[in-house]
């Protein structure tokens, strides 16, 4: 059973940034995908950033065209956590940020392809 916890959300000013940690169970990046999405109040969950690692250090991300640029996925496999920097953030991207990890060889942006999600945390970006 994988655990995922997130933290690092909050109240931040047009323009600002924020780091987004998400705590693994051991051994979870060695064989699934993870992955953040976002949820606004009204909207339907949507697919922000998903990495996996393929070998040693190295790994390979793949973000939503609405965070390109803004966001950076990381994940550090010795440590079993996985991170989400948010520069540039814009009020748009007020929403709860979720972690999941799925099962598969490649970083799906299909939230049906994660199996295990942590709590949430929120983030509000002001105008």
């Known amino acids: 059973q994988v655990q995922l916890v997130e933290s690092g959300g909050g109240l931040v000013q047009a323009g600002g940034s924020l780091r987004l940690s998400c705590a693994a169970s051991?051994?979870?990046?060695?064989?699934?995908?993870m992955g953040w999405f976002r949820q606004a109040p009204g909207k339907e969950r949507e697919f922000v950033a998903s990495i996996k690692r393929i070998g040693g250090n190295t790994y390979y991300a793949k973000y939503a065209d609405s965070v390109k640029g803004r966001f950076t996925i990381s994940a550090d496999n010795a440590e079993n956590m996985a991170w989400l920097q948010l520069n540039s953030l814009k009020p748009d991207d007020t929403a709860v940020y979720y972690c999941?990890?799925?099962?598969?060889?490649?970083?799906?942006?299909?939230?049906?392809?994660?199996?295990?999600w942590g709590q949430g945390t929120q983030v509000t970006v002001s105008s």
């Open positions: 999941a990890a799925a099962y598969r060889t490649f970083a799906t942006a299909r939230p049906d392809d994660y199996n295990y």
């Open positions: 051991e051994g979870t990046f060695s064989n699934h995908v």
